[in-house]
């Protein structure tokens, strides 16, 4: 674990209070370049990527889906699952207001509001992961596990 004071995101301080094992990767952040830069950059497959994203439902709830890099998440499923009417993505803005994080640097650790987890079933039978450290161009290399551990996420079967 880096002890470099650039990386210190609120993501970051949440793991260590939380005593996660983790590898930060700083990768070149690429505007709108997502998981799939992300991956090519770190030399890992995109299916280990996860993505951190943010939803409400009809009532405006807000949420979010851990889903793998290369896959995408069906709404109407998640809706079906969660017992919800619909859902659908945050704006921007939005995310920003419930995570304390931008798009490109959403993280599921330390998010400014706690919300509700829900994750891909498949990520966790994976053997590491690499998700979002809380500032765009950071994911962290860690076990699935841990991350059961510190969200105890509802895993889902939403993916498409």
């Known amino acids: 674990m880096s002890k470099d004071k650039h990386s210190m995101t609120n993501a970051i301080r949440f793991l260590r209070e939380h005593r996660v094992e983790f590898i930060e990767r700083p990768y070149r952040y690429e505007e709108k370049g997502g998981t799939e830069v992300a991956a090519k950059e770190l030399g890992v497959d995109e299916h280990l990527t996860v993505k951190t994203l943010v939803m409400e439902d009809e009532k405006r709830s807000p949420l979010i889906i851990l889903m793998h890099g290369d896959k ?89």
């Open 72 to 160: 995408e998440v069906s709404t109407k499923e998640l809706a079906r699952v969660i017992g919800a009417k619909s859902v659908t993505p945050c704006s921007a803005e939005t995310a920003l207001k419930h995570t304390g994080y931008m798009v490109g640097g959403i993280s599921p650790f330390g998010t400014k509001k706690q919300l509700p987890v829900y994750v891909e079933e498949t990520i966790l039978s994976l053997p590491r992961i690499y998700i979002n450290a809380g500032r765009r161009g950071l994911l962290c290399e860690m076990s699935p596990q841990d991350l059961v551990r510190v969200l105890k996420p509802v895993a889902v079967r939403v993916a498409r």
